[in-house]
RNA sequence: GGCGCGUUGGUGUAACUGGUUAACACGCCGCCCUCUCAAGGCGGAGAGCACGGGUUCGAGUCCCGUACGCGCUACCA
């Protein structure tokens, strides 16, 4: 045990995107490996920009990826008293001072042009503090804005980037509370780190310059700095930031999740990006990991400084996102202990009206054998549903595809009668068995003069409306004896 | 504009404190296997490490500069 302390603290103004569930998974490796607490916190201060529905959207995507924790959720807006006690705390301590500028409203298409001027002197900073109090005292409006001093340099050392320094010239007097007394961002985070007792803030690198300001605030506050590791950016493909608005539910965690993710293989897969073992701690090329070993071999240090790009092509049905997160997926479906897959295939089936009791009872042999059947061509978990369907289903309620049909049924007119023959034969069988089968099937064949290959592949699309599946005995074996027969002079209808 | 950070094949990464023809995975191509499609096995193309200088017997690894990219810069988070 020890009393390092982590947070993942998310604005619910988007889904769980993977960015933010990567920061999520470095968090959990880090507080798992070292046996410390991990956190949640909303932070929905922005009352305007967070929802309901986002916060559900983040539990959700945390739940599926298995990133439990140890407290929380705590929601950043319950402590907004707390946060403006500290903004008056400073207020008085002569680190800020009340602003009585009139707000300038900025758009997001402006503010990029505006900003690009030169920090402006505050002709408040200096407001004599009787002065001020009675402003205040007259109901005039006002922000509270940090003071910045105005020589020296704030400074930190990260885990990822090493030391930091930054001038207090290039840092602005930040709004501590706005004039309708919200308390802003860098003050509840800082408050809200050190009334947790956060010890290391693991986070993107997109604060850093956030981190300075919180600096301050610490040295401000009298209170010890936490550590710092910041994060390398996860970019799209365009080599922009990923984002809700630019890029959509491509990004978003429970998107993988709908689409037959195995949760283990994505956490897989997003511990690579922008992090490797370090020297030693694993073979040296391997790829797949499992929780526990991921939780051995995490350690901040392996972190890297250089953006990483999360590849996918919208529109390509087959490659709609990162390969290798795909590959990853299949992987795990095809080697994963069947114990820990068949409770994640079980739910699909439940969706799909497929499922059974009977597969955990009586059919149990039989539902595990067409499950690791099934793995070896399965993709995604909606595949056991999808391609599967045909395996589970008593009836023809499945479908046959046009090509399939075309190719492997009307190609010779021939399989009309051979067909319902074979159908026969299967039908006879006295003993189903691979080899039977097998050896009925290529009799037929040879009597009547045909290659083997035009009844195995018919029969293939006979059984499951398919061309491609499984080696066609197994499949046969599967399907069984006498839905085998009915689905073969089934078909010979169709030629 | 300012400040900061980064730069190894298409992508993700490796290369101990500088030392053989820069390694692995995904993807791509080919061959083998084969009843289809995968998987699997074998092999291949693809970077000379952003560029330019320097230090050194020797640099992807150290130093300087340049370019490019990204991030931040708000009474958002």
């Known amino acids: 045990m020890s009393d390092i302390r982590v947070r993942f603290a998310p604005s619910p103004t988007g889904y769980l995107h993977v ?41 959700e995507g945390m739940e599926w990826l298995g990133l439990n924790y140890d407290e ?24 800020a001072y009340r602003d009585f500028a009139p707000k300038q409203e900025r758009d997001d298409a402006t503010i990029k042009q505006d900003i690009a001027k030169q920090k402006v002197f505050n002709p408040f900073r200096d407001l004599p503090k009787t002065e001020s109090d009675a402003r205040a005292e007259t109901g005039e409006p006002f922000v509270i804005r940090f003071k910045v001093p105005e020589v020296g340099k704030t400074q930190f050392d990260d885990i990822v980037f090493g030391l930091q320094e930054r001038d207090y010239n290039d840092i602005e007097d930040l709004v501590l509370l706005r004039s309708d007394g919200h308390p802003l961002y860098n003050l ?4 809200d780190d050190i009334e947790m007792g956060i010890t290391h803030v693991v986070r993107g690198q997109d604060h850093i310059n956030n981190t300075h300001k919180q600096v301050l605030l610490y040295q401000a506050l009298g209170k010890p700095l936490p550590r710092f590791a910041h994060l390398p950016l996860i970019l799209a493909p365009d080599k922009s930031k990923l984002s809700k608005r630019k890029h959509g539910e491509i990004v978003s965690v429970t998107t993988y999740r709908d689409a037959g993710f195995i949760p283990d293989a994505f956490i897989n897969f997003l511990a690579l990006v922008g992090w490797a073992p370090q ?68 739910p699909e089936l439940q969706k799909a009206g497929l499922w059974r009791d009977d597969y955990e009872t009586e059919r149990k042999a039989w539902y595990e054998h067409t499950i690791t059947l099934l793995r070896e061509r399965a993709r995604t978990l909606l595949d056991f549903a999808g391609h ?25 007119p021939a399989l009309k009668t051979l067909l319902p023959e074979l159908a026969n034969r299967f039908a006879a069988l006295a003993e189903f068995t691979h080899d039977t089968v097998e050896a009925a099937l290529r009799a037929l064949a040879e009597e009547k003069g045909v290659k083997a290959g035009l009844l195995i592949n018919a029969t293939r699309t006979a059984l499951t409306g398919q061309s491609v599946g499984p080696s066609l005995f197994e499949l046969v074996l599967v399907v069984g004896q006498n839905r085998a027969a009915e689905r073969l002079n089934h078909a010979a209808e169709l030629i």
């Open 188 to 191: 509840s985070v800082v408050v």
């Open 72 to 95: 929380g959720p705590f929601f950043q807006s319950n402590y907004a008293e707390q946060h403006r006690a500290a903004a008056y705390q400073l207020l008085e301590s002569g680190w």
């Open 19 to 59: 960015g933010g569930a990567r920061t999520a998974l470095f968090n959990w490796l880090f507080a798992r490996k070292v046996g410390g607490k991990f956190i949640l916190r909303i932070e929905d201060t922005d009352t305007e920009r967070s929802s309901e529905a986002m916060v559900r959207g983040i539990l």
């Open 279 to 346: 020297e030693g701690l694993a073979a040296k090329d391997q790829e797949i990991f499992s929780r526990e070993e991921l939780i051995n071999i995490f350690s901040l240090e392996g972190i890297h400084k250089s953006n990483a790009v999360f590849n996918f092509s919208e529109g390509d049905e087959r490659n709609w996102t990162d390969q290798k997160a795909l590959w990853m997926n299949f992987e795990y479906i095809k080697t994963w202990p069947l114990e820990k897959l068949l409770p994640l295939v079980k």
């Open 388 to 412: 599967g369907r045909p395996y589970f289903v008593d009836d023809l309620s499945f479908e046959f595809e046009e090509a399939a049909v075309k190719k492997n049924l009307q190609k010779d």
